[in-house]
């Protein structure tokens, strides 16, 4: 399965404002540097172990989810199936859904932009091809 960092770091803008983290803040509760943190919310390449490390440090937050996409935002607590709200959370929900509805559509733009891209690189292959011929 491939790795959008775009998405992952709109996934983990996202956890941010919701814990309302700054990249300093993040920083330091990580123990990961700035620049580092910085290269990973704005989706520009970085070391994969490097965002293994910061969301190791986070253990109220799925990985799988900022990683894939897969499951809730936070790690279920308590028993299997429960999930309770993790402690620091604002209890404001309409807010949270607002949020998430536009980090949906925030992860819809990227993926048509990702479509559009592949639109692209087949064109340039079909212009290439027939090129060739002249």
């Known amino acids: 399965m491939a790795i959008n960092l775009q998405q992952t770091s709109a996934r983990l803008n996202f956890y941010m404002r919701i814990k309302e983290l700054d990249v300093y803040q993040l920083s330091v509760m990580t123990q990961t540097p700035p620049d580092v943190v910085g290269c990973i919310l704005q989706g520009e390449d970085y070391c994969m172990d490097d965002l293994v490390a910061l969301l190791k440090q986070l253990p109220d937050l ?5 990683i894939y996409g897969e499951g809730n935002v936070f790690k279920a607590e308590g028993k299997e199936g429960e999930h309770a709200l993790p402690s620091g959370l604002k209890k404001d929900r309409s807010a949270y859904l607002a949020e998430m509805q536009a980090l949906l559509h925030q992860l819809e733009e990227i993926e048509k932009q990702k479509q559009q891209e592949n639109h692209l690189d087949q064109l340039r292959s079909k212009i290439r091809n ?3 011929h002249i």
């Open 62 to 66: 799925n990985s799988r989810w900022v």
């Open 130 to 132: 027939l090129t060739k």
